[in-house]
């Protein structure tokens, strides 16, 4: 490759780790935030559920761009084992690991995703429950590797993002909250005459 090729390819994977980083916070929030159906901001119930799909599958996309990437970037000197193995990379290998376990992990939350229906609810909510343990890895990884590991934005960023994660767990952990659907009561509909009940 030559260098402008090598130098867009670099900026390609610096780029779409950190706006995956961004997403993968949004949707998060939004499934922390709006768990039971909840409408927010607006939206109704079905529009949250369809915004927080749309931005996990958005990074996922932008990871896989990311590693893809990184895999035709000479400088970064990434091998198909390194995407797949935690912790065997040669290049800062726990930094770097780390980004592997959330591939890793990523893989397995995604395809159980699109198998839920095949592999039922109590599968899909027991693996879903992983991306409590996705997201600050992935948060880790861009802190420790990378070209942009030590620059103040990228920290900023990162604050911010575990900032809005930390704020929604403790929203859903408080008592401000109250679970939707462990107590619904079901509507009654008024009789109308001449029609028995």
């Not at 932008?62 to 040669?90: E, K, S």
């Not at 592997?100 to 198998?115: E, F, G, K, N, R």
Request: charged letters at 15%; a positive charge; one cysteine or more.
């Amino acid at each position: 490759m030559n260098t402008v090729t090598d130098q867009a390819a670099w900026m390609l994977a610096r780029g779409t780790g950190v706006v995956a980083l961004s997403v993968f916070t949004l949707a998060l929030v939004l499934g922390v935030v709006a768990r039971s159906g909840r409408p927010l901001a607006g939206l109704g119930r079905f529009g949250v559920n369809e915004l927080h799909r749309t931005a996990a599958l958005t990074g996922t996309t932008l990871v896989a761009v990311h590693v893809g990437t990184l895999m035709i970037d000479p400088y970064a000197q990434l091998r198909w084992f390194d995407a797949v193995v935690p912790f065997a990379g040669q290049f800062k290998p726990l930094w770097q690991g780390l980004g592997t376990l959330a591939v890793d992990l990523l893989v397995v939350i995604t395809v159980v995703s699109l198998l839920r229906h095949r592999l039922g609810p109590r599968v899909f909510r027991a693996v879903h429950w992983a991306t409590y343990g996705l997201w600050p890895v992935a948060a880790l990884h861009a802190l420790g590797n990378g070209t942009d590991a030590g620059a103040t934005w990228l920290r900023v960023l990162v604050g911010v993002c575990t900032v809005s994660v930390v704020a929604s767990v403790g929203w859903r952990l408080s008592g401000h909250h109250r679970e939707r659907g462990r107590k619904r009561t079901p509507r009654t509909l008024p009789r109308r005459q001449g029609v028995p009940a």
